[in-house]
C-alpha cells in the first residue's frame, strides 16, 4: 500500500511526464506549421500524373466501318498497332502536360506534330485523359507504311487549376490523324482537332457545382421505394438457395425494394454477369425490386478512372439494364468522401460523365447518387444531374425533420429519398447503449420523420448483421432485431420503447464505469480505513 | 473578324461546333464574355479579350489540337487580356477558350487554318520497284504542309508528276483528303527508273524514283558457248564445258535486269546436280565439268519461275582410245603392268587419272586394286594365293578398258 507521500510524488512524477509530453507535441506542430508555410505544394499532390500506358487501353479503341475499300485492305494486326500506337500517343500528351517528361511524345510523335506537342507551353497545371476514340480508316498506302484515320469520337478528359480553381471539361470531340511507320514503329505525324462535338465543363468552388452542359431531359420517373441496404454473403459465390431466402426474409420484413451494394469490381467482372443477372431474376417472382449502387468500393474517381469506370458500366447495363426488376441506378454512395485520389471538382465531373452515360445507355430508369450530407446533395448542379435526391442520413433523427425539408426546397419537383444508416447494436462505448431497443427507436424516429415529410422513398440500415457491422435489421442469425417489426408499412412508429436497464447493464460504458466506480469506492474505504489506523498511532495517543 | 456573345444563363450548351460556326463566343453564369477571333492562321498570335469585373483574376484555358495551357490575367477596365502566342497556334485546328473566374466560366472557339504550301514537298512512292507488266502499280504519298508544318487544307489542289523510263512525263491532279494526297502509279511496259515529285501552288520539292522492273522473264534456252568445243570435250572428269542462256527477256522485250538468278539443273553418269549463276546483259552463264567416263548429261534452267521448255544435251566421248596391258607372275602374286594410256592426239593422260584394275580366275577369285597414273603409266602387284587356273586382268581408265590373260 502506498503511503501519502508516495502518491504525492507519483502525481508530481505524472505531472512531469505529462508537461514533457506536452512540450514535445507543441515543439513537433510548431515545425509543422513552419514546414507548412515556408514549403510549396507538390504539384503531385494537385495534379494527378497520367500514366503512360492506361489500365484499359486494350478496350479504349474501337473500329468504325473502313471508309477506305479500295487498293490494299488493313491487315488485323496492322490495325492492333494501330491503336496502340494512338492511344499511347494520347497517353503522351497528358504525360508531357501533367510531367513535363518529353520522352513518350517523343516516342510516339513524329516531324511537325511532336514540335507542336511540345511547344505548348506548360506554366499553368493541366493534364489530359482520354476515354475511349472510334477510329474510322480513311486511307492505307499500298506500301503500309501510312495511314489516315478519322478519331470520329474522341472522348477526352482534360483538368485545368487546382482547388477552388479547377476546372473539367470533358468532351467529344472529332480529329483527323496521320500516322507513319517509322523505325518500325507507327507514330503520329498529324493530329487535328476538326470539331467539337460536345462539352460539359464543370467547376466546384465554395460548395456550388457549375456545370456547362447539354442536358436538358426531364426527369424520370422513380416508383414508391422502401428499401434496406443488401449485400449477399459470399458474393459472387452466394448460392441461389442463399438469396432466395434472403428475399424471402426481406420481404417478410415488408420491404418492397434491395438497395445492393456489391463492390464495383466485383459486380461488373465478366465473370459475375450470369450472377448479377441472376439476382435481379429472382428479385422479381419474390416480390422485390432492385436498386444497384454503382462504382462500390472505388475510391479513385480522377479522371484515370472513367476509362474502366465507362467500359465496367456498359458491361454492366447490358447484361442488366432491361429487368424489370431493377427500378433505380445508384451511382455513387457517398462519393462525396472519396477525396483521396479525386478532387471534390474531378468527383462531381466523374458523376456528370458517368450519369450521362448511363442515360445514354439505359435512359428509362432513374438514376440518383447518394450524397452523405444534405448540402452535397443539395447542390443545384447535382440536383439538376439525377432524377431523385438522395442523401444519407447518420446525424440525430432529430436532425432529420429539418434536413429533409432543406432538401425538398433543393429538390424541386424531383422526389428525394432518404438512406439511413442508424447506430450498430454492437453495444458500444457511449454512455448510451448501443443497443437493439435503442437502433429501434431510431429506426422508428427516421420513418416517422419520412412520413411527416411525404418522403416515400427510404433506404433503412441494412438487411442482416455481417462479422464486421452490426447495423442488419435481421441477426446475424436470420433472426429480428425488434426495428425489423417497423418496416412493414402501417407499422406503429410511435412509443417505441428505447433501451431498458438490462441495456444499461450489459453496455460496456456502464460495465466498465461500475467496475471503476467499485474499486474507487474500494481505495477510499481501504484509504479511510488505514488513515484511521494511523491516527490511532500518532504520539501521545495511548496504544495498547 | 471579332465576335463577342455574352449570354448570363446558369447552363450553357456547346455543341457541334464546327469551323465555319458564327456563334464562336459563348459565355455562362457570372457575365464572363471571350472575345476572340473565330479564325486565325497557324503561328499568329491571337488576342483574346474576357469581359469581367476589373481586379478579377481570370483564367483562359487554351484547348488545341496537341495540348493545352492556362494563362491569367487580372481584369481592368472590364476586360482581362490575353495573346496566344504562336506556340498556342502553331497547330491546326479548332482551340476552344475556356475562360474561368470563380464560378463563372466562358467558352469560345478559335478555328487555326493552315496556310499555304511551302517547299519542299517530299514524296514517299511505295512500293520503289514494281514489274513493268502494265498491271502492276505503286503509290505516291505527299503531305504538303505550310510554314508551321501542318498539312495543308483538305480541298487544296495539288499535282503529280512522273517522269517515264522513255523520258515521257505526265501528270495526274490530285486533292488534299485527310491531310495528305495521294495518287496511284500504274506501271508500263518499258523497265527503267521513273522519277516522281509533286507540286502543290507555288510548292515544290525533291524527285522519288520509282524502278520498273522486266517481269519474269517468257521461256528461254540453253546453248553451249563455244558449241565446238562441246562437241571435242571428252569424258576426262577434268574439261570445263561453258553454257549460257538465250537472252531473258520478258513479254514486253525487257531485259531481265543483271543479277536475276538462274538455277541450272542436269543430270549425268555422277547423278543429278545444280548450280546458279546471275545474269549479266540478260544472259546468264555457268561452266559444266566432264563427266570421268563417256556419256551424256542434260541440263535445264530456270529463272523467275520460267523453266527451259527442253533440256540441253551434252555428249562426251571417251578420252582414251586403248590400254595397254602387261600382266605376268612374279614371286609372291602378279605383276601388273599399265600404259603407256594415251589420250587423243598422243599425249600421256593427265597425271592422277585413276586405273582401276580388277584380276579374277574362272571361280571364285576376284581382286580389285587401283593406281594413279604416271607418265600415263602405273604398276600394280595384286596377290594370287587364291587363284586358280586362268586368270584375266582387265584395267579401266577413264571408260575404256584393257584386259591382258595368264
Not at chain 1, 406503429?492 to 471503476?516: E, H, I, K, Q, T
Amino acid at each position: 500500500m502506498l503511503s501519502t507521500k508516495g502518491i504525492k510524488r507519483l502525481i508530481a512524477q505524472a505531472g512531469l511526464v505529462a508537461g514533457a509530453l506536452i512540450a514535445i507535441g507543441i515543439v513537433v506542430l510548431a515545425t509543422r506549421v513552419v514546414i507548412l508555410s515556408s514549403t510549396t505544394a507538390d504539384p503531385a499532390s494537385a495534379l494527378h500524373q497520367v500514366a503512360e500506358l492506361p489500365a484499359e487501353a486494350d478496350e479504349m479503341v474501337d473500329w468504325a466501318p473502313d471508309g477506305w475499300a479500295t487498293e490494299r485492305v488493313m491487315e488485323p494486326a496492322t490495325r492492333i498497332a494501330i491503336e496502340a500506337a494512338y492511344v499511347r500517343a494520347w497517353a503522351a500528351l497528358g504525360v508531357y502536360q501533367s510531367t513535363g517528361a518529353t520522352g513518350p511524345v517523343t516516342a510516339t510523335f513524329s516531324g511537325p506534330a511532336r514540335t507542336d506537342a511540345l511547344a505548348v507551353p506548360r506554366d499553368e497545371p493541366v493534364a489530359t485523359w482520354s476515354v475511349a476514340h472510334l477510329l474510322r480508316l480513311e486511307f492505307y498506302s499500298l506500301d503500309g507504311a501510312t495511314v489516315a484515320l478519322t478519331d470520329t469520337d474522341a472522348r477526352l478528359v482534360r483538368t485545368a487549376g487546382t482547388a477552388d480553381t479547377e476546372t473539367v471539361v470533358d468532351s467529344a470531340e472529332s480529329y483527323a490523324v496521320v500516322m507513319v511507320l517509322e523505325d518500325g514503329y507507327w507514330r503520329v505525324r498529324e493530329l487535328r482537332r476538326d470539331a467539337v462535338t460536345q462539352t460539359v465543363t464543370t467547376a466546384y468552388a465554395g460548395g456550388v457545382t457549375e456545370i456547362a452542359d447539354a442536358r436538358t431531359a426531364a426527369p424520370v420517373a422513380a416508383p414508391v421505394v422502401n428499401a434496406v441496404d443488401y449485400l449477399p454473403a459470399g458474393w459472387p459465390a452466394t448460392p441461389d438457395t442463399t438469396i432466395a431466402e434472403d428475399f424471402r426474409q426481406a420481404k417478410d420484413l415488408g420491404v418492397d425494394t434491395l438497395r445492393v451494394r456489391i463492390p464495383f469490381d466485383s459486380l461488373t467482372a465478366p465473370a459475375n454477369a450470369d450472377q448479377v443477372a441472376g439476382l435481379l431474376t429472382a428479385a422479381g417472382p419474390a416480390g422485390l425490386q432492385i436498386i444497384l449502387v454503382l462504382f462500390e468500393g472505388e475510391m479513385d474517381l480522377s479522371p484515370a478512372s472513367w476509362a474502366a469506370a465507362d467500359h465496367s458500366l456498359t458491361s454492366l447495363v447490358g447484361a442488366v439494364g432491361n429487368d424489370p426488376a431493377l427500378v433505380m441506378w445508384d451511382v455513387a454512395d457517398q462519393p462525396d468522401l472519396r477525396t483521396g485520389a479525386a478532387t471534390p471538382t474531378e468527383i462531381r465531373a466523374f458523376l456528370a460523365h458517368e450519369v450521362r452515360l448511363l442515360r445514354t445507355l439505359d435512359p428509362t430508369v432513374p438514376v440518383t447518387i447518394s450524397w452523405s450530407v444534405p448540402a452535397a446533395a443539395a447542390d443545384p448542379a447535382m440536383v439538376e444531374l439525377v432524377d431523385v435526391v438522395s442523401f444519407h442520413s447518420t446525424g440525430t433523427p432529430a436532425d432529420l425533420t429539418a434536413a429533409v425539408q432543406q432538401m425538398s426546397a433543393a429538390a424541386g419537383t424531383r422526389p428525394i429519398m432518404l438512406v439511413a444508416t442508424t447506430t450498430a447494436t454492437d453495444g458500444g462505448w457511449s454512455a448510451f447503449p448501443h443497443s437493439e431497443r435503442r437502433q429501434a427507436v431510431e429506426v422508428a424516429q427516421v420513418l416517422q420523420s419520412a412520413a411527416e415529410n411525404d418522403v416515400t422513398r427510404t433506404s433503412v440500415n441494412q438487411l442482416q448483421d455481417s462479422a464486421g457491422d452490426q447495423r442488419g435489421l435481421l441477426r446475424a442469425d436470420g433472426s429480428a432485431k425488434p426495428a425489423a417489426a417497423l418496416l412493414r408499412p402501417g407499422a406503429p412508429l410511435v412509443g417505441v420503447s428505447g433501451s431498458g436497464a438490462a441495456d444499461y447493464a450489459s453496455s460496456n460504458f456502464w460495465r466498465v464505469a461500475v467496475a471503476v466506480l467499485f474499486f474507487a469506492v474500494l481505495f477510499l474505504v481501504r484509504h479511510h480505513v488505514w488513515t484511521a489506523g494511523r491516527a490511532l498511532r500518532l504520539p501521545g495517543r495511548s496504544h495498547r | 473578324m471579332l465576335l463577342a456573345v455574352s449570354v448570363s444563363v446558369s447552363v450553357s450548351v456547346l455543341g457541334s461546333m464546327g469551323p465555319a460556326r458564327p456563334e464562336a463566343v459563348r459565355s455562362a453564369a457570372g457575365g464572363l464574355a471571350v472575345t476572340a477571333p473565330e479564325r486565325a492562321g497557324a503561328g499568329q498570335a491571337v488576342p483574346v479579350q474576357v469581359t469581367a469585373a476589373d481586379g478579377v483574376d481570370v483564367a483562359l484555358t487554351a484547348v488545341g489540337s496537341l495540348g493545352m495551357t492556362t494563362d491569367h490575367a487580372v481584369a481592368a477596365g472590364g476586360t482581362a487580356t490575353f495573346t496566344l502566342t504562336a506556340d498556342v497556334t502553331r497547330a491546326a485546328g479548332q482551340i476552344t477558350l475556356l475562360a474561368r473566374a470563380g464560378n463563372a466560366s466562358a467558352t469560345a472557339a478559335l478555328v487555326v487554318e493552315p496556310g499555304p504550301p511551302v517547299d519542299p514537298i517530299t514524296p514517299v512512292v511505295g512500293a520503289r520497284s514494281i514489274v513493268a507488266d502494265g498491271t502492276d502499280r505503286s503509290m505516291v504519298v505527299a503531305m504538303p504542309s505550310d510554314a508551321m508544318g501542318n498539312s495543308i487544307a483538305d480541298g487544296s489542289p495539288a499535282r503529280v508528276f512522273r517522269r517515264h523510263p522513255d523520258g515521257r512525263v505526265d501528270t495526274q491532279d490530285v486533292t488534299m483528303a485527310h491531310l495528305l494526297l495521294w495518287g496511284l502509279l500504274p506501271s508500263g511496259t518499258v523497265a527503267g527508273r521513273n522519277d516522281v515529285w509533286v507540286q502543290a501552288g507555288d510548292a515544290t520539292g525533291p524527285t522519288a524514283s520509282l524502278d520498273e522492273v522486266a517481269a519474269p522473264p517468257v521461256p528461254f534456252t540453253l546453248a553451249p558457248v563455244d558449241p565446238q568445243a562441246a562437241t571435242t570435250t571428252v569424258a576426262d572428269g577434268q574439261s570445263l564445258v561453258s553454257i549460257r542462256t538465250s537472252l531473258l527477256a520478258d513479254p514486253f522485250g525487257n531485259v531481265e535486269p543483271d543479277g536475276t538468278a538462274v538455277t541450272f539443273d542436269w543430270t549425268g553418269p555422277d547423278g543429278p546436280g545444280t548450280g546458279s549463276a546471275v545474269t549479266i546483259a540478260g544472259v546468264a552463264r555457268m561452266s559444266l565439268a566432264a563427266p570421268a567416263i563417256p556419256a551424256t548429261v542434260t541440263v535445264t534452267a530456270s529463272c523467275r519461275g520460267t523453266v527451259t521448255p527442253a533440256g540441253l544435251a551434252l555428249t562426251f566421248a571417251s578420252a582414251v582410245s586403248a590400254v595397254p596391258v602387261v600382266a605376268e607372275r612374279a614371286p609372291g602374286g602378279i605383276a601388273v603392268v599399265v600404259g603407256p594410256v594415251l589420250q587423243s592426239g598422243g599425249a600421256f593422260v593427265p597425271d592422277g587419272t585413276m586405273a582401276n584394275v580388277v584380276v579374277a580366275d574362272a571361280n571364285t577369285y576376284r581382286t580389285v586394286t587401283s593406281g594413279r597414273l604416271t607418265d600415263g603409266k602405273v604398276q600394280l602387284a595384286v596377290p594370287d594365293d587364291a587363284a586358280s587356273g586362268a586368270v584375266t586382268v582387265e584395267v579401266t581408265v577413264l571408260g575404256t578398258v584393257g584386259t591382258a590373260a595368264l
